[in-house]
T-cell receptor, first 112, second 116 residues
Framework: QKEVEQDPGPLSVPEGAIVSLNCTYS??????FMWYRQYSRKGPELLMY????GNKEDGRFTAQVDKSSKYISLFIRDSQPSDSATYLC????????????FGSGTRLLVRP | GAVVSQHPSWVICKSGTSVKIECRSL??????MFWYRQFPKQSLMLMAT?????????EQGVEKDKFLINHASLTLSTLTVTSAHPEDSSFYIC????????????FGPGTRLTVL
């Protein structure tokens, strides 16, 4: 079993839809949770960062962390074709290695 | 803020040659930098962790003599692929963790290496 599970998709939605992306994890030591967006042939871009449980909102993006269920989500409101990309969840345990454990990424396609 | 650059963005080389990739944090100091490799339609694979002024820590299965990493300053880390072969062709991405930051990593744009 992988430490972080993420549905690879692809997820296809019409423009304007609300998108829900999710990851589950098994390591209860994880404390830092991130969502990255990666366009084809580009490096990942940090979208959201959350420490411990709770919600965080930034524009059209909302990140949720439920540590009791070991489940994190990213919601995208009013999705746009420019949101079409691969979304990677990442998390770490706050130990001295600072390594990130990534999900496999979900490909999102927003249809005009 | 938190911009990381990589150079070159794309390199083609002949088999047997060495290639150096630079990773720079442009507007912050990074005590820790990471090097990843990514194959098409796959997630990132951590190759090594690089701390300024000390030897890099390589992940299991990564040949340290083939992938030389140097982190000489708080803003620059280099990855040298020595005696490159076609199987080394891949997308190499670096990331940096801010000096006084959290576990958040900021990624460079990546370098596409093609070995003929």
């Amino acid at each position: 079993q992988k430490e972080v599970e993420q549905d690879p998709g692809p997820l296809s939605v019409p423009e304007g839809a609300i998108v829900s992306l999710n990851c589950t994890y098994s390591n209860s030591a994880f404390q830092y949770f991130m969502w990255y967006r990666q366009y084809s042939r580009k490096g990942p871009e940090l979208l959201m960062y959350t420490y411990s449980s709770g919600n965080k909102e930034d524009g059209r993006f909302t990140a949720q962390v439920d540590k009791s269920s070991k489940y994190i989500s990213l919601f995208i409101r009013d999705s746009q074709p420019s949101d079409s990309a691969t979304y990677l969840c990442a998390m770490s345990g706050g130990d001295s290695s600072y390594k990130l454990i990534f999900g496999s990424g979900t490909r999102l396609l927003v249809r005009p | 803020g938190a911009v990381v650059s990589q150079h070159p963005s794309w390199v083609i080389c002949k088999s047997g040659t060495s290639v150096k990739i630079e990773c720079r944090s442009l507007d912050f100091q990074a005590t820790t930098m990471f090097w990843y490799r990514q194959f098409p339609k796959q997630s990132l694979m951590l190759m090594a962790t690089s701390n300024e002024g000390s030897k890099a820590t390589y992940e299991q299965g990564v040949e340290k003599d083939k992938f030389l990493i140097n982190h000489a300053s708080l803003t620059l880390s280099t990855l040298t692929v020595t005696s490159a072969h076609p199987e080394d062709s891949s997308f190499y991405i670096c990331s940096a963790r801010a000096l006084a930051g959290t576990d958040t990593q900021y990624f460079g744009p990546g370098t596409r290496l093609t070995v003929l």
